[in-house]
């Protein structure tokens, strides 16, 4: 069982920037972040995939940065040009899949308990 507890949420104004931060009880290889923004569904934002390579869905390419460090068990999200769409609140997540899951909610087994980050305009 991993349990995964984020952090950094926040308000801020259209433009500005947050960072969210992620710490699993202990190594798990696939680790994301999604959202959830309020009468919608579920959403992926990031997937880490290897020391070169994260996944983002293309609402925030370019705006949107994870970091993930393996000594400590973290994934960071950085948020930069936010938008009020951005709006949400938001999960990060892991998976113990075999291969990699991509940004499908079902393909993750760990949630935390999530992070409100509210842009206004």
């Known amino acids: 069982q991993v349990q995964l507890v984020e952090s950094g949420g926040g308000s801020v104004q259209a433009g500005g920037s947050l960072r969210l931060s992620c710490v699993a009880s202990g190594y798990i290889h696939w680790m994301a972040w999604f959202r959830q923004a309020p009468g919608a569904g579920r959403e992926g934002v990031a997937v880490w995939r290897s020391s070169s390579i994260t996944v983002y869905d293309d609402s925030v390419k370019g705006r949107f940065t994870a970091s993930r460090d393996n000594t400590r068990n973290t994934l960071d999200l950085q948020m930069s040009s936010l938008k009020p769409e951005d709006t949400a609140m938001y999960y990060c997540?892991?998976?113990?899949?075999?291969?990699?899951?991509?940004?499908?909610?079902?393909?993750?087994?760990?949630w935390g308990q999530g992070t409100q980050v509210t842009v206004s305009s």
């Open positions: 997540a892991a998976s113990s899949a075999g291969a990699f899951p991509g940004l499908a909610v079902s393909a993750y087994h760990y």
